[in-house]
């Protein structure tokens, strides 16, 4: 776990934060920050369901797909 120390300032009529490189994120990624008392996660914002599924419906289609042998599991008793 990385632990950097930075400081806040006014941006505009906003309070920020600045990310040290060590943490930071990259350039536009948008954030979603959840506070819980004095504590703030800040994660990169999760696409929503739709867009993950259009990303692995664009994949590529394997040219076959392998089936595997149908094996009896024998009676275990007592379960």
Do not use: C, H, Q, W
């Amino acid at each position: 776990m990385t632990v950097v120390d930075s400081r806040t300032f006014r941006s505009g009529n906003s309070e920020a934060v600045r990310l040290p490189k060590e943490v930071a994120f990259g350039r536009d990624v948008e954030v979603t920050v959840v506070r819980s008392g004095d504590v703030l996660t800040i994660y990169p914002k999760k696409p929503p369901m739709r867009e993950l599924i259009d990303r692995l419906r664009a994949l590529p289609k394997p040219s076959s797909i392998e089936v595997r042998d149908e094996e009896e599991l024998p009676e275990r008793p007592g379960l």
